[in-house]
C-alpha cells in the first residue's frame, strides 16, 4: 500500500470496526489510489497500525475479496485485484501521475501531450 494512504478507525463509531476498514479500503480502490496488483499489508500489520484484533481485519480482507476487490495469494500476499478496476479508472489515475511528474519536469502542456501522442503512436 502506498505509504501516503492511511487507514482510521473510530472506534466510538456506531459503524464495526471491521466495516471502518472495508469500506476506506473499497474507496481507496474505486477512486484508484490503489491500483490493480498494488499490495495490501498483512492482517496482522495492518491490526496492529490500526489497534484492532487480527479478525477484524481478517474479515474486511475477507468481504472486500467475496466482491472481488483484492485477491489473496499464496506468499504475494494480499493485492488489489485487476478485475477492480474499469480500465478508465486506472489510466486516469496514472495521467495524473504523468501530469505531475511533467510539471515537475518543467514541462508546458503541449510539450507534456506531445510526449504522450509519441508514446501512444509506438508499437
Request: glycine letters at 6%; charged letters at 25%.
Amino acid at each position: 500500500m502506498p505509504p501516503d494512504v492511511k487507514l482510521t478507525v473510530d472506534l466510538d463509531s456506531a459503524e464495526p470496526p471491521f466495516e471502518q476498514v472495508r469500506a476506506q479500503l473499497a474507496a481507496l480502490i474505486a477512486t484508484g489510489r490503489l491500483l490493480p496488483g498494488d499490495r495490501l499489508p498483512t492482517v496482522r500489520a495492518l491490526a496492529a497500525d490500526l489497534g484492532l484484533a487480527a479478525n477484524t481485519v481478517a474479515r474486511a480482507f475477507k468481504e472486500l475479496e467475496a466482491a472481488g476487490l483484492v485477491e489473496t495469494r499464496r506468499r504475494a500476499g494480499t493485492l488489489v485485484a485487476s478485475g477492480s478496476h474499469t480500465a478508465e479508472v486506472a489510466m486516469a489515475a496514472l495521467a495524473a501521475k504523468y501530469a505531475a511528474a511533467a510539471r515537475g519536469a518543467g514541462l508546458d502542456e503541449a510539450a507534456a501531450l506531445d510526449l504522450v501522442r509519441s508514446a501512444l503512436r509506438r508499437p
